[in-house]
């Protein structure tokens, strides 16, 4: 028998083998036996990468996947994950990997069986295998359930009693077919809609326990997103094109994400500020640069309309510019938030200006003139309230420098002000050396407090 010691001789010798003798040691062994040897030795994990013949067989790889399968030793799973494309050209395999996850009751299960090569949602072959009834088997069991790209019978949900999370992605979904998945699962605690076909999103009183909703590039959406009595619901996120909003009687709501990919300037204002109207009691809101372009055309332009007090206390505007096209809708969200207390703004150099943009005032006037005029008006958060506020990606943009001045010396409740310079390339010919020279020349800037501190990132 071979001494440890002369074992470790034999080791240091591999290691000390040039990479060039390696890589020749190498092309006398077949792919796999170049793969197994990665584990001689620190030198030799990585010298497989190196192999000039390449054997990569689909058979191989299925039959790979299946012994695992079978041969795995455990009476329970946490959880399974499958991402395969086509399953229909393997019906009987998809199925048996499946099995094995339900046979050893999993708890969380997740299968994606979309194309990645499609950009979009309802490409043929999207949404149509059919799924193991033994998933639907998994009374007490499953807690956890991702489907994309298959079919969705909502009768088969019934009894999955114990699940709490259920994620749907590019699945044609009907009307009726979403009210009845619903209905069916009075226990669910999260739901995930992204790339779905489907006209409407309805959560009325049967989802009592929904705490967090999220839709993501729902198409058509023509009748729209109803939230009617979901008295648990404390987070929704939302992704799309502006549509049709219903919401009454989420008390609890607590975090409210809403991010538009319209292009163009149409008229949006209203189905907007009524969404932002009965969403009032959230704590925390957050909305990207195309809501304040839209949004300012009220009856009062001092003020949005609202139910009950706006009850935000954190506010997060992302992918805004201070265009002059976005000012009056910024001006017009920090002067309806009166409990505001912190304000995080991250600016993009490359923010598109909407086409067709219509100036919600007389004159279209930016800048120092702009937040000059709007002091005839007071803004009650920065009397009070407002003690945070963090701009992220500022490159010393004259628009950015005045509202940072305004801010200044407007915010008598302001504590601190984190600046964070932007280290992209700047298309206005701004090197860094002059961002950072710009925003020190800020901290001399006159200050409504003394207690105001400004830190730069």
Not at 195 to 208: F, M, N, P, T
Request: a negative charge; aromatic letters at 10%; one cysteine or more.
């Amino acid at each position: 028998m071979e001494s440890p010691r002369k074992k470790l001789r034999r080791v240091v010798g591999f290691e000390s083998l040039p990479d060039e003798v390696v890589a020749h040691i190498l092309s006398f062994m077949t792919f796999k036996e170049a793969v197994m040897k990665s584990g001689l030795g620190r030198r030799w994990r990585h010298q497989w990468l190196r192999c000039r013949s390449i054997d990569l067989d689909e058979q191989l790889l299925l039959k790979f996947a299946g012994d695992f399968a079978a041969r795995y030793a455990e009476s329970r799973m946490e959880s399974f994950r499958l991402v395969f494309s086509f399953p229909e050209e393997y019906p009987s395999e998809v199925w048996k990997w499946i099995l094995a996850a339900t046979s050893r009751k999993v708890a969380s299960l997740d299968l994606d069986f979309s194309d990645p090569e499609t950009d979009w949602v309802f490409d043929f072959g999207n949404g149509k295998f059919n799924l193991p009834a033994e998933i639907f088997e998994l009374h007490q069991s499953l807690t956890s359930l991702s489907l994309s790209a298959c079919e969705v019978l909502p009768h088969r949900f019934l009894g999955l009693h114990a699940l709490r999370r259920l994620s749907l992605s590019r699945i044609f979904v009907r009307k009726r077919t979403f009210h009845t998945l619903l209905a069916n699962l009075p226990l669910l605690e999260e739901l995930y809609l992204k790339h779905l076909d489907i006209a409407e999103v309805y959560v009325a009183g049967c989802s009592r326990g929904l705490r967090k909703l999220t839709v993501d590039n729902c198409l058509p959406l023509d009748i729209g997103i109803r939230l009617v009595h979901a008295p648990a619901l404390e987070s929704f996120h939302y992704c799309g094109a502006v549509v049709p909003f219903e919401i009454e009687q989420i008390p609890r709501i607590v975090d409210v994400d809403v991010s538009f990919t319209e292009d163009d300037f149409m008229d949006g204002g209203d189905p907007l500020r009524d969404l932002l109207q009965n969403i009032y009691n959230a704590e925390a809101l957050t909305v990207c640069g195309y809501l304040p372009q839209v949004i300012p055309r009220v009856h009062d332009p001092g003020r949005l309309p609202t139910v009950g007090e706006y009850n935000h206390r954190q506010l997060i505007i992302n992918g805004v510019a201070f265009h002059r096209e976005e000012i009056p809708g910024i001006a017009l969200l920090l002067r309806s938030y009166t409990l505001l207390e912190t304000l995080t703004i991250r600016l993009s150099a490359d923010k598109k200006r909407l086409d067709g943009y219509e100036f919600p005032l007389r004159k279209a006037i930016g800048g120092s003139a702009f937040w000059d005029k709007e002091l005839e008006i007071p803004f009650p958060c920065m009397e009070d309230n407002l003690r945070y506020v963090k701009l992220e990606g500022f490159t010393g943009q004259m628009n950015q420098v005045e509202f940072v001045e305004f801010l200044l010396t407007t915010a008598r409740s302001l504590r601190e002000l984190i600046i964070c310079v932007s280290r992209e390339p700047s298309k206005f010919g701004h090197t860094m050396e002059r961002r950072w020279n710009i925003v020190h020349s800020l901290l001399y800037c006159p200050r409504a407090s003394d207690r105001i501190r400004i830190d730069i990132e």
